[in-house]
């Protein structure tokens, strides 16, 4: 059980392959790249073809394709043809584009038997993939806590915002009522004043006419 077959292929024009048994996966290999060069998009397709399946990566222009045991599961293809593709991108970079056919099988062949044997047999691959799974996780997790902190950096600044705004509403009412306070007190004052001024002309009018008299002091004192 495991990975059995490799290529990479730019287009329909095979760059490099590798075949770890004595099948006829590379006849069927390029029967599948003609079928997934169909549409031009990015895309993760497999092909089943008892007791094989053929999984196929495009990215960038490139195909990366390889054949495994139906019972391998899908994780741990499409894990090597990712690692396949960066491996191919980082060794060759722009000379991918011009390369003719099989350009690259000599150096790259070694890689892809050397790829497949790894995830073929060694358990720390499938370790490796979930570990990748794990760390995205705790990526995720990093992401939601800091934009938790971000909005509740909004929310504590736009608390200080209204708390600002209701201290200078609480300094001007203050002052307000004072002037209002100094107001009603000079307002009384004026109003005790002429209370008690009409209170005296009162009385003296009282006085006066119990008097009979114009003049309210010359009268009441004989």
């Known amino acids: 059980m495991g990975i059995f077959y490799g290529m990479v292929a730019r287009g329909q024009l095979v760059l490099a392959e590798f075949s770890a048994a004595p099948t006829n996966a ?3 290999a390029r029967q599948v790249l ?8 990015d895309s993760s397709t497999s092909y089943s073809h008892d007791p094989y399946v053929f ?15 139906d019972a ?8 090597f043809l990712e690692d396949i593709h960066l491996r191919f991108v980082k060794t060759y970079g ?54 938790r902190v971000l909005e509740r950096g909004d929310r504590l600044a736009l608390l200080v915002e209204k708390t600002t705004t ?9 002052r307000h009522s004072r002037r209002f ?26 006085l006066a006419f119990g008097c009979h008299v114009p003049s309210l002091l010359a009268s009441c004192m004989r």
């Open 55 to 69: 999984h196929v990566r495009k990215t960038d222009g490139l195909t990366v394709l390889c054949m495994a045991d």
């Open 34 to 41: 003609g079928t997934t060069q169909l549409g031009i998009e």
């Open 72 to 79: 391998f599961g899908r994780r741990i293809p499409f894990v």
């Open 181 to 206: 306070k100094n107001t009603l007190w000079w307002r009384n004052v004026k109003l005790t004043f002429a209370l008690v001024f009409i209170l005296l002309i009162v009385i003296y009018v009282v």
């Open 166 to 174: 209701l201290q200078g509403s609480a300094v001007r009412f203050k």
């Open 94 to 147: 722009h000379a991918i584009l011009s390369a003719p056919a099989y350009a690259m099988n000599d150096e790259f062949s070694r890689i892809l038997s050397q790829q497949m044997d790894y995830y073929s047999n060694n358990a720390n691959a499938d370790r490796l993939n979930l570990l990748k799974g794990e760390m995205s996780q705790v990526r995720g997790l990093m992401m939601d806590n800091i934009e």
């Open 26 to 28: 590379s006849a069927i």
